[in-house]
């Protein structure tokens, strides 16, 4: 048993000793192949090089090299902030900045009554639906006032409580003509004349003289008589004819007129029929010179001095019943 096992042991000592030296030869073979295969590649000649963009190199270098100088640009007087943002707005090929005065961009409003005060505080705000072409026609504030009236006023379009005139909304409708015809038809020297009521009718005459008072309805005394002269004038039909012209007194208006005899005088008594245009329409009719009226769910009280063809000429009524200085024409419309 022991002769057997010395057996094996010598066949494995050669195995080992064949598989060593195998292993050494393949050593030396692969170093041998390694020298050959490590070659250096050739190196490009120095005269083949490309050139280099040297243009190119002079801009970029001129580029970071640069100064610029960050100025606001100025528009209409106006620095442009470079670091905040304003409003601007295209219409067709127009620029509109809202920030400056013009060019208006909805006129004759002016840039800051649309965009509002910003100087003020608060700030005033923008006026709603600038970007429509009627923000003129419309009420921002409801007040019965549109934004370009509050314009034309100089009131605050913002405010209901600031608002124009409300004469600005009163019209003169029409003007109503009531004739009250006279004639004098003879006089005598001593200072006695007939005068005769044309119109209104019925048809009335009476006989008065100087200093006295009359009137042509019962219990009325409406004229007196001034002054006569007598003199020379030219009647539409009857040529020139010696006539009395006769100064007369109308105690109603305080005015004085002259009636020539044979010459039909109309002292004709005028009313106004106004329109108030506020939030609704109110018709004010039977308005008369020297009277009193008021402006529908107003209150306002005003007295009439003048009843024009075209205009009317009113004061505001004071708290103790009498007419201000202050006057407003109020135009046919």
Known sequence: MQKSSGNYEKVLLIIAALAALGTAGYLVMASQSFEEGLVLPTAVPKNNL???????????????????????P????????????????????QIFDLMVEKPLFRSPMTNKFILGDKTKDPAE??????????????????????NLEEFNGGTNPRDDKSLPPYTNKLFLKQRIANDYILMLNSGEDSGTFQIRRIKPEPARSI???????????KGVNRFVILSFTKQKVKHATLGEIDAYVVKVRDNATQAEVELV?????????????????????????????????????????????????????????????????????????
Not at 57 to 66: D, N
Not at 77 to 90: E, F
Not at 207 to 217: A, I, K, N, Q, S
């Open 125 to 146: 705000e923008t006026l709603p639906n600038i970007y429509s072409p009627n923000i003129g026609d419309l009420d921002a504030d409801d007040d019965g006032f549109s």
């Open 207 to 217: 006989f008065t003289t100087v200093g006295t008072e009359f009137g042509f309805d």
């Open 261 to 333: 005899q044979r010459i039909e005088k109309n002292l004709a008594e005028y009313e106004a029929q106004f329109e108030f245009r506020w939030k609704q329409i109110d018709i004010i009719a039977g308005v008369k010179k020297g009277k009193t009226f008021q402006l529908p769910r107003v209150g306002e009280t005003y007295y009439v001095r003048e009843i024009e063809e075209n205009k009317a000429v009113i004061s505001p009524v004071d708290k103790g019943g009498q007419p201000t200085t202050k006057t407003f024409e109020i135009i046919q419309n």
């Open 74 to 93: 100025n528009i209409n007087g106006k620095a442009v902030s470079l670091n905040k943002s304003i409003l601007l707005v295209s219409n067709g090929n």
């Open 50 to 72: 490309n050139p280099p963009d040297t243009q190119s190199i002079a801009k970029s270098i001129e580029t970071i090299s640069k100064r610029y100088a960050w100025v606001s």
